[in-house]
């Protein structure tokens, strides 16, 4: 009989041991052959891991193997002396000594992105076609590191702030959006839908929690083809109960967005440096009304207002720009959008019910995140269902948290992918989603 007794000291050293250590001494590392560079009598042969590149000198009669045995994609275990080298990636070199081949790329095999340049400069079809290559590039790997930072610095500052983390079905049997653009799914012979949003179940949630967030996919069945849609994103959602106004939803968004970049100069730095990236100071974020806003947009760009109900993307843009120009601001807060526009559950404003209680954030002149105050009162739900030629029968188990009680709530999603793609300066949402699923794209 043998027992696990967890962890057993490994033989081989990780980047931050090195650091954390000394560059001193014999060690013993392993990694992925990411390039080699034959120089004549010795060769730097660069291993890729999990924290950035080790690069390895290789010499000829000092090292125990044929250099041309090596190739690029071959995973190794290397032992040598450690050498300090301010040139080298982390400031260090492993002299080689002895190579350990642990796997080989297939026989004939030749690499089909050259992921080991600077810059792949190959097209976004290209490196989406090889996607689980073209993730191995370096700076490809440095733009999903930051993405994991965000979401990080999302669940730590809600749970900072007493929100609790739910999960919630993504196969459901109606659709919170309302709307046809919606993926229909056969379950065991009834009718059901994969997610648009989790809306239904945060709200549930507040009923017992009082504050929730969750991080997870949604889906939407929109036959775009632009560059900022996806057909399947992860939502960065929360709800919290207890509000004075849809204000406090706005000010908890502020104070996010002003911890995830702290956190992200903090602990992504290295990355933030590789992609040359300077994220902006989270200043008092502007607030503009909808009518305002499109108002503005038409008379200082001589525009023509096209659409009352909503914002199109050139007037997001312009709005972003103009704010940018007078409070030197990346972020604007666009409120009271027209009821028309909004979901059934968003809150009239008591002042004017043809606008909502509800907004927008535009960063970069895109909209990263919908937002508002929701109905808590079951006839004002009910009313507003009907109005619109709903039946509220067909909403039984989300209108049983008004009937038995809710408090003042609201809540918003932020797009994860549009956030990334805005912070790192990319002008597609591909180019910051790990396996995008569009209209054309279901694999890899």
């Given amino acids: 009989m043998e027992f696990i007794r967890g962890f057993s000291q490994r033989k081989t050293s990780e980047i931050h041991d090195i ?46 193997i044929n250099l041309k045995s090596l190739k690029e994609g071959m995973t190794v275990e290397v032992e040598g002396l450690l050498h300090e080298e301010e040139r080298a990636p982390h400031g260090f070199e492993v002299r080689l000594r002895d190579i350990q081949i642990l796997s080989s790329p297939q026989e004939g095999t030749m690499m089909p992105l050259p992921i080991s ?4 400069n190959t097209s976004l079809e290209s490196k989406l076609a090889y996607r689980p290559i073209s993730l191995r590039n370096i700076r490809e790997r440095a733009k999903f590191k930051i993405q994991e930072g965000i979401v990080r610095g999302f669940r730590d500052f809600l749970f900072s702030q007493n929100f609790t983390e739910i999960r919630t079905p993504k196969i459901v049997a109606g659709n919170a959006e309302g709307g046809a653009n919606v993926f229909k799914l056969e379950y065991f012979g009834k009718k059901a839908f994969l997610a648009q949003s989790p809306q239904f179940y945060k709200q549930t949630m507040v009923g017992v929690y009082d504050r929730v967030f969750e991080a997870a996919p949604v889906f939407r069945a929109e036959k775009h083809n632009t560059t900022r849609h996806l057909n399947e994103y992860t939502s960065l959602d929360f709800e919290m109960g207890y509000i004075n106004g849809f204000e406090d ?67 997001e843009v312009l709005i972003g720009k103009c704010i940018k120009e007078e ?6 807060f666009i409120t009271h959008y027209p009821s028309k526009k909004r979901p059934f559950y968003a809150m009239d404003d008591p002042a004017d019910p043809k606008f909502t209680l509800s907004f927008d954030l535009l960063y970069k002149g895109m909209e990263i995140t919908t937002g508002g105050q929701r109905i808590h009162d079951y006839d004002i739900q009910v009313e507003k269902m009907i109005s619109r030629g709903m039946n509220p029968e067909d909403f039984t188990n989300f209108l049983m948290i008004h009937k038995h009680g809710m408090p003042p709530h609201g809540g918003l999603g932020i797009g994860l992918e549009r956030l990334t793609m805005k912070l790192l300066d990319e002008q597609n949402v591909r180019e910051t989603t790990l396996f995008p699923r569009d209209v054309s794209r279901l694999e890899p």
């Fill in 19 to 64: 650091l954390n250590q000394g560059v001193t001494g014999t060690v013993k590392i392993n990694g992925c052959i990411h390039s080699i560079r034959d120089m004549g009598e010795f060769a730097f042969v660069v291993l890729r891991k999990s924290e950035g590149l080790v690069q390895c000198v290789y010499e000829d009669g000092i090292s125990e």
């Fill in 327 to 332: 409070y030197d601001s990346d972020f604007v």
């Fill in 117 to 120: 340049k600077w810059k792949m």
């Fill in 249 to 315: 939803i706005m000010e908890m968004e502020t104070e996010l967005l002003r911890y995830v970049f702290t956190l992200l100069n903090d602990k992504y730095a290295k990355e933030l440096k590789l992609l040359q990236i300077t994220l902006p100071e989270i200043k008092d974020i502007p607030s503009i009304r909808f009518d305002e806003a499109k108002l503005m947009v038409s008379e200082k760009y001589d525009r023509k207002i096209k659409n009352p109900y909503d914002l199109e993307p050139e007037e």
